[in-house]
């Protein structure tokens, strides 16, 4: 019996500056979890052109991401 590593998990994008399609590793991905909504979001480097990309990221998608082994930055707010 051998430990076989666990599948690569990959996740598909796109770039909304070049428009390219691509899957990026766990690793290519950071997630940002905020207090709200809108300072909830990932982000990556698109392999096509080097633009930096960030999204909103919604339940669901933290929940794959997450899932997946994205790293997670957890924000906290300035009180």
């Not at 207090?35 to 999204?55: H, N, W």
């Amino acid at each position: 019996m051998t430990d076989a590593a666990p599948p690569e998990v990959l996740f598909k994008a796109a770039c909304p500056e070049c428009r390219g399609r691509f899957e990026l590793s766990s690793d290519a991905i950071r997630l940002a979890i905020g207090a709200s909504p809108r300072t909830t979001f990932y982000s990556f480097t698109c392999p096509d052109c080097g633009a930096q990309v960030r999204k909103p990221a919604g339940e669901r998608i933290v929940e794959l991401l997450t899932g997946g082994g994205v790293s997670t930055l957890r924000l906290h707010s300035a009180l």
